[in-house]
């Protein structure tokens, strides 16, 4: 692909972009030269094989219209991209044969990222005549890092909810989770794929929570940084879609908003050029990158209801324990909703939940 398919990124929205990554990364703004360097830097362009397995490509589609400041180009011009089926025009027996130049030539040194789930049943998922699972195991073999885009990649995302007739798999369950960093999102937000690959150039795997992913993204509850918190610490809630407190910012955790369950930083980095986010324009947050996510969230318009968590009663939880909860709520059927003593009594009495339930939960 040429490089002037996208328009070419000015110096001010470049730099704009390497500011917003070094605060991603914690790093302060005397390294925005540094930061600046890497990405411009020829010589420390690593090679990327980007793969689709059981997707909709959404995370391909979010990325490639990303703008003000656009990620695309930046990573098009100081990435050199190899192979990438939404992109290339390759096919066949070259397209095969880039894979295989890439592993001989850039072995160790090559970025694989991975988008959609991975069918474990053969026939289900195919390139080249081999199934999804054999060609990432091999591909996996020889790349410096794993790069699992999207719940679906990370988790196996809505895939791999029932009834999962494929068999459905995220990518650190077939290659184990030494190397492979998750980036969940439906779809990822491309900003954070962009800090991720700047982290790995810079200084290596980024630290990882016990879900493999990078806590300067997902270490922070959403409903801490809301700009809607006023609303809820106020006891002002929406009370049905279509309400015009809507519109006044009132708290949406009535009508569904996941975001006290749910960890990223949505809130800051936003969408859309960072102009907006799910929450800001009412929508409400989904959950959509927990590991527990479709089954432990929906229904997406209900408010879920409490768990008893002894020793935790008025406090708040950490993202391990959101996520280790939510998968033991969606094997008996019920989600969590971690909230404040004197929050829970300004939402009034929730909705029952057996008691044996919240034991086994």
């Not at 390497?18 to 411009?40: F, Q, R």
């Not at 695309?72 to 027996?93: C, K, P």
């Not at 980024?206 to 993204?217: A, Q």
């Not at 947050?285 to 968590?309: N, Q, T």
């Amino acid at each position: 692909m040429s490089r002037d398919f996208f328009r070419e990124v000015n110096r001010r929205d470049f730099l704009k972009i390497c500011g917003g990554v070094a605060a991603a990364i914690g790093l302060s703004e005397a390294s925005v030269p540094e930061v600046a360097e890497v990405l411009a830097a020829s010589s420390k362009k690593p090679p990327v094989m980007w793969f689709e397995f059981g997707s909709c490509s959404g995370c391909s589609t979010s990325f490639l219209n990303a703008d003000a400041p656009n990620a695309v180009d930046v990573l098009l011009n100081h990435l050199s991209v190899r192979y990438a089926e939404v992109l290339m025009a390759a096919a066949g027996d070259l397209s095969e044969q880039i894979i295989a130049d890439t592993m001989k030539n850039e072995a160790g040194e090559y970025i694989l990222l991975v988008e959609g789930s991975v069918p474990t049943k053969p026939g289900y998922g195919m390139i080249g005549g081999r199934d999804f699972f054999e060609v990432l195991k091999e591909t996996a073999s020889k790349a410096k890092a794993v790069i699992a885009l999207g719940s679906c990649s990370a988790f196996g995302g809505i895939p791999g909810a029932k009834p999962n007739p494929a068999d459905v798999k995220p990518v650190s369950e077939i290659i184990g989770k030494e190397k492979v960093i998750n980036l969940p999102g439906c779809p990822s937000n491309p900003s954070w794929l962009l800090t991720t690959v700047v982290h790995l150039l810079m200084f290596g795997m980024p630290e990882l929570d016990s879900y493999g992913r990078p806590k300067m993204i997902y270490g922070q509850c959403i409903h801490d940084n809301c700009e809607r918190r006023a609303s809820f610490d106020e006891g002002n809630f929406v009370e049905q879609y279509g309400d015009e407190e809507i519109g006044r910012d009132y708290c949406l955790v009535k009508v569904g908003c996941k975001g006290p369950n749910t960890f990223s930083n949505c809130p800051q980095i936003r969408w859309n050029g960072g102009k907006s986010w799910c929450v800001a324009v009412g929508a409400g947050c989904i959950g959509c990158v927990e590991p527990s996510w479709p089954e432990a969230f929906m229904p997406f318009h209900d408010r879920l209801p409490d768990i008893a968590l002894p020793g935790y009663a008025g406090l708040r939880a950490d993202a391990d324990l959101i996520g280790t909860v939510l998968g033991a709520a969606t094997a008996i059927g019920i989600g969590a909703h971690l909230i404040g003593a004197a929050a829970k009594g300004k939402l009034g009495k929730h909705e029952t939940v057996d008691e044996k339930a919240k034991t086994e939960a």
